[in-house]
Structures are given as structure tokens and as C-alpha cells.
């Protein structure tokens, strides 16, 4: 019986006394903002226009966090960028350009002289052809404006490689043909 009165006098005290903690009753509120979480997004489609998965950014403290859901994927290890420019035009999706590379470094997270911000680390799927992936690109920022913004005046897009990327290799890490791509876009 005293375990229930302790509990009930405690959820009165909790449901009650917000007024304990700072602020009387006929004093002014003022407003609580955080800021606003910068989210992108794009959806991911092969060389025949079939769409095969989704990709979500969200910028954080750390960078920004991707997360990458695709079905279809063909076996074995592919690079993955950010590519420059945001439009994916099939079959090859040379429209999306180079690497997203706004400092002009060179390819690969091995290379002396790089990497580019683009640069992302490989995916490999399931035996089902599914990836599911997170990761933070530390060094690349939602917020228009900035140098290092994937979403600039042009756009960025997503693209997927035929091969694996080999982190060093100037300009593209011998990752081969673009087999998917997805424009990166605001989703706030």
C-alpha cells in the first residue's frame, strides 16, 4: 500500500509541478526552437529507368548520414560517388559528371593527393541482390550555400558502379560504368 501512495504522490508532484522547475504561472513563455534537421533525398534507378532503390541523407554533427536501401544489385563489391551534377540521363549516366570534388583533390581515400569529397566507401549486397547500408560522409554538408554542399545551384546525384572502387586511383578508383543513378534532392 505505501509502494502505491509513494507512486501516486509522485505522479501528482510530475503532472502538476511543471511550475516547480523555473516559471510561475502569469509569467510569459518563451518559445523553444531547435534548429531544423537538413534532410535529402533521392531514388535510385538502373540503366533502364527501373527504380531499385532509395537513398536518405540527414546532416548531423558529425556529417552527413546516408542511408542506402536498393534491390537488384548485381553481385560482388560497387563503388559508389556523389557525383557533381544532378541529373541522371540512362543509359550511361555520364550527365551526373565527375566526382563532387569542390576542393580539387584527387580520387581515393589512399591517394596522397585525395580524396574527393564524393568519394564513398563500397557496397555489396546480400545474396538477394539487397543492400542495406548507413554511413556518415563526414566532410559534405546539406546546407545551400557552403562550398562543400551537394546542394548547390546544379544538384548532386547518387551513382553506382559496375566494380569495386580501388580508393586510390585518379579520377574514379577503376570502379568502371555507372549501372545506377539517383538525383539528390532538398526533402526538408
Given at each position: 500500500?505505501?509502494k502505491?501512495?509513494?507512486?501516486?504522490?509522485s505522479?501528482?508532484?510530475?503532472?502538476?509541478?511543471?511550475?516547480?522547475?523555473?516559471?510561475?504561472?502569469d509569467?510569459?513563455?518563451?518559445p523553444?526552437?531547435?534548429?531544423?534537421?537538413?534532410?535529402?533525398?533521392?531514388n535510385?534507378?538502373?540503366?533502364?529507368?527501373?527504380?531499385?532503390g532509395?537513398?536518405e541523407?540527414?546532416?548531423?554533427?558529425?556529417?552527413?548520414?546516408?542511408s542506402?536501401?536498393?534491390?537488384?544489385?548485381?553481385e560482388?563489391?560497387?563503388?559508389?560517388?556523389?557525383?557533381?551534377?544532378?541529373k541522371?540521363?540512362?543509359?550511361?549516366?555520364?550527365?551526373?559528371g565527375?566526382?563532387?570534388?569542390?576542393?580539387?583533390?584527387?580520387?581515393?581515400?589512399e591517394?596522397?593527393?585525395g580524396?574527393?569529397?564524393?568519394?564513398?566507401?563500397?557496397i555489396?549486397?546480400?545474396?538477394?541482390?539487397?543492400?542495406q547500408?548507413e554511413?556518415?560522409?563526414?566532410n559534405l554538408t546539406?546546407e545551400?550555400?557552403?562550398?562543400?554542399s551537394i546542394?548547390?545551384k546544379d544538384?548532386?546525384a547518387i551513382?553506382i558502379?559496375?566494380?569495386?572502387?580501388?580508393?586510390?586511383?585518379d579520377?574514379?578508383?577503376n570502379?568502371?560504368?555507372r549501372i545506377?543513378?539517383g538525383?539528390?534532392?532538398?526533402?526538408?
Amino acid at each position: 500500500m505505501w509502494k502505491n501512495l509513494i507512486v501516486l504522490g509522485s505522479m501528482t508532484v510530475l503532472l502538476s509541478g511543471c511550475g516547480f522547475f523555473g516559471m510561475a504561472e502569469d509569467e510569459k513563455q518563451i518559445p523553444v526552437a531547435a534548429p531544423e534537421t537538413l534532410k535529402a533525398a533521392a531514388n535510385v534507378v538502373d540503366n533502364e529507368g527501373n527504380e531499385i532503390g532509395h537513398m536518405e541523407l540527414t546532416e548531423g554533427s558529425d556529417g552527413v548520414l546516408i542511408s542506402l536501401g536498393l534491390t537488384k544489385v548485381p553481385e560482388g563489391e560497387h563503388g559508389i560517388h556523389i557525383h557533381e551534377v544532378g541529373k541522371c540521363e540512362k543509359p550511361t549516366f555520364e550527365s551526373a559528371g565527375a566526382h563532387f570534388n569542390p576542393l580539387e583533390k584527387q580520387h581515393g581515400i589512399e591517394n596522397p593527393k585525395g580524396p574527393h569529397l564524393g568519394d564513398l566507401p563500397n557496397i555489396a549486397p546480400e545474396e538477394d541482390g539487397t543492400v542495406q547500408v548507413e554511413f556518415v560522409a563526414k566532410n559534405l554538408t546539406l546546407e545551400p550555400g557552403m562550398e562543400n554542399s551537394i546542394l548547390d545551384k546544379d544538384g548532386s546525384a547518387i551513382v553506382i558502379h559496375e566494380g569495386p572502387d580501388d580508393y586510390k586511383t585518379d579520377p574514379s578508383g577503376n570502379s568502371g560504368d555507372r549501372i545506377a543513378c539517383g538525383v539528390i534532392s532538398s526533402s526538408k
